[in-house]
């Protein structure tokens, strides 16, 4: 431990409540808080909107991307209501990389292994203080195997599809169904876990955590039940 701070890595299946769970542990630590999937997702909205790619994901020219791809600037900000956004060459994209549109397509462009090269270097950059919180598919795996805690998550197809489902809806979403909602999850998990590089794959020491149904509150008190003991932490919400 570096300062008394840890790493935790928290992966699973697409809509198992990562980002949610993990900005709240990272907010009751005083840990910050990295989102792996905004990457992907804000290279994918790049690659569309530049020609890349098509809206369903195939290349149009892979190679042009890998030439652009390392003059691409890429971050996080903390804006001023103390939220964390997403950052494209200065623009903040944060609403952007959230549309079923580039749901279709990003896993598409995480399956490419200079993307996922280029994103790694970002993501273990956000690590060396530790004290970071980062949800995705291979951060136990790949990115930060060396992480002190590894968590899992699980959840039913059902319960994971109706709480896209609302989300989307409360994002003013009207065209997509609960069905096309639960097909589009379940093909990003096809394509997360067979991939070459890095698949979306449980690490050996990660621990399980299926929230299908628990609250956020019972997920607090689970992680509590961990980091207490092991590392004298305890997430204050
Ligand atoms: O968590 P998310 O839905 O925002 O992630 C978007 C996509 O990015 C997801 O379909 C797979 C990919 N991804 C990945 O391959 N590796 C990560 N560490 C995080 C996300």
Excluded at 33 to 43: E, F, K, P, T
Excluded at 79 to 93: H, P, R
Aim: with cysteine; charged share 25%.
């Amino acid at each position: 431990m570096a300062n008394g701070k840890i790493l935790i890595a928290i992966d699973g299946y697409s809509s198992t409540g990562k980002s949610t769970f993990a900005k709240l542990v990272a907010k009751g630590l005083g840990y910050i808080y990295g989102d792996s999937g905004a990457l992907y997702r804000a290279i994918a909205y790049f690659a569309y909107n530049n020609g890349f790619i098509d809206g369903k994901g195939n290349f149009i020219s892979k190679s042009d991307l890998q030439m652009v791809l390392p003059k691409v600037r890429l971050c996080f900000k903390t804006l001023s209501d103390g939220s964390s956004a997403t950052f494209l060459n200065g623009e903040n994209i944060e609403k952007n990389i959230r549309t079923s549109a580039v749901s279709a397509i990003v896993s598409q462009i995480a399956e490419v292994p200079f993307v996922r090269e280029h994103v790694n270097i970002l993501l273990k950059s956000m690590g060396l203080d530790k004290g970071l919180v980062m949800d995705g598919r291979d951060i136990g795996t790949a990115v930060f195997p060396e992480a002190e805690l590894k968590i899992f998550m699980v959840a039913n197809d059902h319960v994971r599809a109706q709480r896209r489902f609302d989300e989307l809806k409360l994002k003013g979403n009207t065209t997509d169904t609960l069905e096309s909602v639960l097909e589009s999850l379940k093909k990003r998990d096809y394509i997360d876990s067979h991939r070459e590089m890095d698949p979306l794959t449980r690490a050996k020491d990660a621990i399980e955590l299926d929230n299908s149904s628990m609250t956020l509150k019972d997920e607090i008190e689970w992680i509590n039940a961990i980091l207490k003991p092991n590392f004298g932490l305890e997430v204050i919400i």
